[in-house]
């Protein structure tokens, strides 16, 4: 936990094991850290979450095991929807929340995912060669751990898909590349349709992944989560 009591969680996205966050996580300072979703870090950490609602749910328990009286959640593409549920959870669990920021992710209710993405790895292959083409090439070993571990993240996200979701109190921070082919200027506005406590937009240079690696971005999140 932070001097200032507060920790700030972020999310990775789909198939992610957090590498394109370090240096976000670094930058944002001793209080944040990288949510560690199961099935991701080996058998030590547990087998992948069987439906979407257990991935929030171990997602909350490793933030309430901390207990931090005040936090703040980031989460990147897939990682920005587990982070919303995830702080519904919270809320009703007392944690007082400073601030909600998605990166690269449609509001919730104009969330869409391809069949095709969901059908089998190399359907998940193509979706990301096409959302992230900066990714690395499909080699089997990049099939086999990236493209088979977003399969079943996105398979699990598709559970959330008209299921409706309760509002969160805290102000969200909502953030795009200008470049990102998943997100447009209105389906990120549309953050403002799960918060009672305000909600502001912004677009950085780049596509769905390059503004992790923006100062710009780590600028802006430090100002609006009162960082430093």
Same mark, same amino acid.
């Given at each position: ?10 999310? #990775? ?19 944040? %850290?990288?949510?560690?979703? #199961? ?6 950490? $547990? ?20 207990? #931090? ?5 980031? $989460? ?14 919270? +809320?009703?669990? $007392? ?8 990166? $690269? ?35 089997? +070993? %990049? ?22 979701? #309760? ?13 990102? &082919? ?8 549309? %953050? ?22 923006? &100062?710009?971005? +780590? ?10």
């Amino acid at each position: 936990m932070s001097a200032d009591g507060q920790d700030v969680v972020v999310f #990775p996205g789909a198939g992610s094991f957090g590498g394109e966050l370090r240096p976000l996580v670094a930058g944002l300072g001793a209080s944040a %850290w990288l949510m560690r979703y #199961p099935g991701r870090f080996g058998g030590g950490f $547990g087998g992948s979450a069987g439906s979407y609602r257990e991935l929030v749910d171990t997602c909350a328990e490793q933030v309430l095991r901390r207990r #931090p009286p005040r936090c703040a959640l980031v $989460g990147h593409s897939f990682g920005a929807y587990v982070a919303c549920s995830t702080a519904v959870a919270l +809320e009703k669990a $007392g944690v007082e929340l400073s601030g909600l920021v998605v990166i $690269g992710a449609a509001a919730p209710s104009l969330l869409t995912i391809p069949e095709e993405a969901t059908r089998d790895v190399e359907g998940t292959a193509a979706y990301l060669a096409v959302v992230d083409p900066g990714l690395p090439a499909a080699t089997d +070993e %990049w099939r086999e751990v990236v493209a088979e571990t977003a399969l079943r993240d996105l398979r699990l996200l598709r559970e959330s898909i008209g299921a409706g979701l #309760p509002r969160v109190s805290c102000p969200v921070l909502a953030a795009r590349g200008r470049d990102d &082919p998943l997100t447009s200027a209105e389906s990120v506005a549309a %953050w403002a349709e799960v918060t009672d406590g305000g909600c502001a937009a912004h677009v950085f240079p780049g596509g769905h992944s390059e503004l992790l690696r923006s &100062p710009e971005l +780590e600028g802006v999140l430090s100002d609006a989560l009162r960082l430093g």
